[in-house]
């Protein structure tokens, strides 16, 4: 018997095949890693570390984020598979080289390809659902006039003459936005002095609120609830206090709340 006959009847561990229990063991590692961290409840693994939406157009963005992640999730499996593959049934048997090849051209031209339909395919679809988040209503049913300053919101509702506004240092309770559900609210977005940013995290995107550049988006709430939203844009000394109260209701309620709001400030001007 040979001394390479006696190694391999030795009984010895090749060094390919312990390099690919390592890779396959580090991949169930990575995968367990990653589930963890991900969330602890179904739907929160779902959505993928986003909130749930409270918008027709949130579910929109929650599922171009979705199918992001399954684009990605399948590349990162073939890419392992391919790995895995080669590590074990590839790996080095003997001193002998493997057959050398200076180009495979169908590989090439997959390798060229299917990036480039990917991409056209991802493209397409954030496309698509931008036109659609994007869009704005004719007719909205609430029209709400939204200027940020430091450092606090002020809210007009043009259509009912109210206006609700917030301190300007923060203090104080919240100003309230509140917006009747299942009707299409737009927002016209203005700054008074710095760039801020309208932010409502069940919303899944916010806008930037410019000085001397308006801007404009429009939603349709789904669901009832209190919410806070926030200014995303470092904006000064109290930026972290910039803060609301978002309010969807019914649309009884919101008819009830701009009444009582209307009663109110006329009962404010005839005092004054």
């Not at 040979?2 to 169930?28: C, F, H, I, L, Y």
């Not at 409840?41 to 779902?46: A, G, Q």
């Not at 979705?66 to 590590?87: D, H, N, R």
């Not at 790996?91 to 495979?104: C, E, M, S, T, V």
Request: hydrophobic residues 40%; proline residues 7%; charged residues 15%.
């Amino acid at each position: 018997m040979t001394t390479d006959n006696a190694e391999q009847g030795s009984g010895k561990p090749r060094p390919g095949r312990s390099r690919g229990a390592r890779a396959t063991g580090m991949t169930v590692a990575l995968t367990f890693l990653v589930l963890g961290l991900t969330g602890c409840t179904s739907n929160s693994f779902t959505r993928l570390g986003f909130p749930e939406p409270i918008t027709e157009q949130g579910k929109t963005v929650l599922t171009l984020w979705q199918g992001s992640w399954i684009a990605a999730f399948a590349v990162c499996a073939l890419i392992w598979g391919l790995v895995l593959w080669a590590v074990i049934f590839h790996r080095k048997r003997g001193d002998k080289l493997p057959p050398q090849a200076r180009y495979n051209m169908p590989i090439e031209i997959m390798y060229t390809a299917v990036p480039f339909v990917l991409i056209g395919i991802l493209f397409y679809y954030t496309a698509k659902d931008e036109d659609y988040i994007n869009k704005l209503p004719s007719k909205p049913a609430v029209t709400v006039n939204v200027l940020g300053f430091q450092w606090s919101w002020q809210f007009s509702y043009p259509q009912y003459h109210v206006t609700n506004v917030g301190n300007m240092v923060g203090e104080g309770p919240l100003p309230v936005l509140e917006i009747p559900v299942g009707e299409t609210v737009q927002f016209n977005l203005t700054s008074q002095d710095v760039i801020h940013a309208f932010w409502v995290p069940e919303f899944l995107f916010k806008r930037d609120v410019i000085p001397g550049h308006p801007n404009h988006f429009a939603i349709t709430a789904t669901k009832t609830g209190t919410f806070t939203g926030h200014c995303s844009e470092l904006c000064g000394l109290y930026h972290a206090k910039m803060l609301f109260t978002l309010k969807v209701v019914t649309p009884q309620q919101f008819q009830a709340y701009m009444a009582q709001r209307q009663a109110a400030q006329s009962s404010s001007g005839s005092t004054q």
